[in-house]
């Protein structure tokens, strides 16, 4: 059972990108998937989510730029992230937790049972 992040690159400020998150050993239903981010010297902080209902849930500084989406037939999740800001610099991981609702799937990092290795994105002009 694991999930894979992919998708990171460099970027220049106002550009996209669009990170994969691929669940392997079980199926998406019941399962919130998280996004996170560290910067360096910063702590980790919840970017986006679908919880196990299929709610989708955004940080404030985020909201309006970024796009989580689901696609159950690839078993992945995507976050769409346009409009990239210096400050989006970090490495960015995906996480699964089964039965995880609201946007405690944006907050409750300790529910998250399983976590994919980090995909670096860097806004640089």
């Known amino acids: 059972v694991q999930v894979v992040a992919s998708g990171g690159g460099l970027v220049t400020p106002g550009g996209s990108l669009r990170l994969s998150c691929a669940a392997s050993g079980f199926t998406l239903d019941y399962y919130a998937i998280g996004w996170f981010r560290q910067a360096p010297g910063k702590e980790r902080e919840g970017v986006s989510c679908?919880?196990?209902?299929?709610?989708?849930y955004y940080s404030d500084s985020v909201k309006g730029r970024f796009t989580i989406s689901r696609d159950n037939a690839k078993n992945t999740v995507y976050l769409q992230m346009n409009s990239l800001k210096l400050e989006d610099t970090a490495v960015y991981t995906c996480?699964?937790?089964?039965?995880?609702?609201?946007?405690?799937?944006?907050?409750?990092?300790?529910?998250?049972?399983?976590w994919g290795q980090g995909t670096q994105v860097t806004v640089s002009s």
């Open positions: 996480a699964a937790a089964r039965f995880l609702y609201g946007n405690n799937c944006l907050y409750s990092t300790a529910a998250y049972n399983y």
């Open positions: 679908i919880s196990s209902h299929g709610n989708t």
